[in-house]
């Protein structure tokens, strides 16, 4: 059995993750602080402010976790043996098939209670 870990981050990891977050938000408070300048400029300004955000964040032992775990979810993906395009075609087709059904099923349960309700009535 795994078991898991707490990440220990020094109190310079805290320091680093508040600086990531303040800049973060301060990125964008300016993005629309600054609506009437180049939509453009904005853009790149708050995708600059970001990458400076992550790569701080980054830096500490809970992103350093984080971005262990991203590898390790990716060479799972990896591993997974995907469904050729005839069996996703085939699979498709059932699944609006049944959908079909069960809509005219419903739609026939429904007539037949309406009927019965009006006859009662």
């Given at each position: 059995?795994?078991?898991?870990?707490?990440?220990?981050?020094?109190?310079?990891?805290?320091?680093?993750?508040?600086?990531?977050?303040?800049?973060?938000?301060?990125?964008?408070?300016?993005?629309?602080?600054?609506?009437?300048?180049?939509?453009?400029?904005?853009?790149?300004?708050l995708l600059t402010v970001?990458?400076?955000?992550?790569?701080?964040?980054?830096?500490?032992?809970?992103?350093?976790?984080?971005?262990?775990?991203m590898q390790d979810a990716?060479?799972?993906?990896?591993?997974?043996?995907?469904?050729?395009?005839?069996?996703?075609?085939?699979?498709?087709?059932?699944?609006?098939?049944?959908?079909?059904?069960?809509?005219?099923?419903?739609?026939?349960?429904?007539?037949?209670?309406?009927?019965?309700?009006?006859?009662?009535?």
């Open positions: 059995m795994a078991s898991k870990t707490e990440v220990q981050g020094s109190p310079l990891d805290t320091v680093k993750l508040t600086v990531s977050v303040v800049l973060l938000l301060a990125g964008i408070v300016a993005y629309y602080y600054y609506a009437e300048a180049s939509h453009l400029l904005r853009v790149l300004g970001v990458a400076v955000s992550i790569g701080i964040a980054s830096t500490t032992a809970k992103g350093q976790a984080l971005w262990a775990f990716r060479a799972e993906v990896r591993k997974m043996v995907w469904p050729s395009r005839a069996e996703t075609v085939h699979t498709t087709l059932v699944v609006f098939l049944v959908v079909i059904l069960a809509g005219v099923f419903f739609w026939i349960l429904d007539m037949l209670l309406g009927w019965l309700v009006q006859f009662v009535i």
